[in-house]
């Protein structure tokens, strides 16, 4: 069973184009998170949900909604592609209830703005 | 806030031959500290984590890692390295607080040669 789960894995579509990448945990985990890797290998948080609330909300263009309908969902819509935002797109989720509350990453998306 | 240093882009290293792995972090509260492993075009596996107690941590496929509490450093190390563990390696840190996002390194490609 795959713990943390992503759709699309390969994502090409045009600038202008709105886009939405899925993402759905079953460790029963109640905190999920959306990473940015550039094409320099850099890892960057961008959003953070905690029981569906936003709690973490990085300097992030408005073109990026985050959506959790519950707690094993973190969706990312984008608006008006552009060709920076060409990347690779980790899900990953966490217990907050832990002590360190260990994140498990999903396999990733890779975006491709032409 | 807290900020990861990997001071080595690329480390080349022959099959069975030792290796470390550098990281130095920064921070102005308690961190917990991570090394996460991401092989080609796959997500990121966690290796080991210090969150207390005794300095040199033990984790998966024969990687182990100190923490230096006065260097602020928590190297990884390997005594003898397989083609497998080619591979890019991420140092990550995370306050003991509230705030539950990772932050990483820029991340270390760790290629072993025959």
């Known amino acids: 069973d795959t713990a943390v789960s992503q759709t699309p894995k390969y994502l090409v579509t045009q600038m202008g184009n709105d886009k939405s990448i899925k993402c759905e945990q079953n460790?029963?985990?109640?905190?999920m998170y959306w990473y940015k890797q550039d094409s320099k290998k850099f890892l960057k948080i961008m959003f953070s949900y905690n029981n569906k609330e936003l709690i973490i909300n990085e300097t992030v263009p408005n073109r990026f909604s985050p959506k959790s309908p519950d707690k094993a969902h973190l969706n990312l819509h984008i608006n008006s592609l552009e060709l920076g935002d060409s990347a690779v797109y980790f899900c990953a989720s966490s217990d907050s209830s832990g002590t360190y509350n260990e994140q498990f990453f999903g396999p990733g998306t890779r975006l491709t703005v032409l | 806030a807290q900020s990861v240093t990997q001071l080595d882009s690329q480390v080349p290293v022959f099959e069975e031959a030792p290796v470390e792995l550098r990281c130095n972090y920064s921070?102005?509260?308690?961190?917990?500290l991570f090394w996460y492993v991401q092989y080609p075009n796959q997500g990121l596996q966690l290796l080991l984590k210090y969150l207390s107690g005794s300095t040199l941590v033990k984790g998966i496929n024969g990687f182990e890692a100190e923490f230096n509490k006065s260097q602020t450093s928590f190297h990884l190390r390997k005594p003898s390295v397989h083609i497998s563990d080619t591979a890019e390696y991420f140092c990550a840190v995370r306050g003991s607080g509230s705030a539950r996002q990772l932050t990483f390194g820029s991340g270390t490609q760790l290629t072993v040669l025959p």
């Open positions: 460790l029963g985990h109640d905190t």
């Open positions: 921070s102005s509260v308690s961190v917990y």
